[in-house]
């Protein structure tokens, strides 16, 4: 098999742009494609080493493959919105070796400015009582 040496577990703000990240470590074979799904079995955006990212829906759209390396497959997901929050997978296809998944965690918290206009409204409550 191939050994992942990226984290699985990866936090944003709201309007930022995430980092998913997802590297082998150089295994043995060559590499078909990279793919990324959110939903299982449906590829939102696909790299390959002969055509680049090729994005698949409007998701795939927003995505930037870091590619610091051959068997890098970190992507960059721009201007997130909570509803991004989720597991995605990974997908290094390895010739001849075959898929192989890891699963990604990203979680998503609200913008500042939300958290900052929160707090006159709890202090008023607490007056009222």
């Known amino acids: 098999g191939v050994r992942f040496i990226s984290n699985t577990s990866f936090v944003s703000t709201a309007g930022e742009d995430a980092y998913l990240g997802c590297v082998v470590e150089d295994p043995s ?17 696909v790299y390959r080493p002969d055509r680049g990212p090729i994005p698949v829906n409007e998701l795939g759209k927003r995505v930037i493959f870091e590619r610091k390396g051959q068997w890098d497959g970190s992507i960059i997901l721009q201007n997130v919105s909570p ?14 070796s075959g898929p192989f ?13 939300k958290t900052v206009l929160s707090y006159p409204m709890l202090k008023t409550r607490s007056r009222e009582k």
């Open 101 to 113: 998944h890891r699963l990604v965690r990203l979680t998503v918290n609200g913008n500042v400015t």
């Open 83 to 96: 509803s991004d929050e989720g597991t995605y997978t990974c997908i290094f296809t390895i010739f001849p």
């Open 29 to 45: 074979g060559d590499l078909s494609q990279i793919s990324w799904q959110r939903t299982a079995d449906v590829n939102f955006v």
